[in-house]
Nanobody, 125 residues
Framework: QVQLVESGGALVQPGGSLRLSCVVS????????FGWFRQAPGRQRQGVAC????????YYGDSVRGRFTFSSDNAKNTVYLEMDNLNPGDPAVYLC??????????????????WGQGTQVTVSS
C-alpha cells in the first residue's frame, strides 16, 4: 500500500520561501514517478513539478520554473518542494502524488495512482 504524507505548508509573506515535504511509504523513490500538484479554490488542479524515478530527471511547470526546486532523499524516502519568491499566484493546497506508469520522462499530465491529503500554502502580507 503506497501512502504519501505531506507537511510544511504555512502562511508566508510575498517573496518568502517555504519547503514542503512528502514522506513516501510502500514504494521506493526509484520505482515510481512522483509529482507535486496544487489546487486553489475555483481553479483546476495544476501540475507543479515531477520526478522521473528511474533517472532522477525533474520537470517543472512554466509557472514555477526558476522559483521552485524538486528534490528527493532516497534514504528518507521523502521528496521535497523548495519554493522561493512566493507570490500571490502560488497559494493553494499542495499535493504529492505517485505514478506507477514509469514513463520515459515524468509528465504532469499523465496518470497518478496515489495522492496525499495535501498541505495548505498561504501567501499574504
Amino acid at each position: 500500500q503506497v501512502q504519501l504524507v505531506e507537511s510544511g505548508g504555512a502562511l508566508v509573506q510575498p517573496g518568502g520561501s517555504l519547503r514542503l515535504s512528502c514522506v513516501v511509504s510502500g514504494v521506493s523513490l526509484d520505482r515510481y514517478d512522483f509529482g507535486w500538484f496544487r489546487q486553489a479554490p475555483g481553479r483546476q488542479r495544476q501540475g507543479v513539478a515531477c520526478l522521473t524515478g528511474r533517472t532522477g530527471k525533474i520537470y517543472y511547470g512554466d509557472s514555477v520554473r526558476g522559483r521552485f526546486t524538486f528534490s528527493s532523499d532516497n534514504a528518507k524516502n521523502t521528496v521535497y518542494l523548495e519554493m522561493d519568491n512566493l507570490n500571490p499566484g502560488d497559494p493553494a493546497v499542495y499535493l504529492c502524488a505517485a505514478s506507477s506508469a514509469r514513463y520515459t520522462q515524468c509528465t504532469l499530465n499523465g496518470r497518478y495512482d496515489y495522492w496525499g491529503q495535501g498541505t495548505q500554502v498561504t501567501v499574504s502580507s
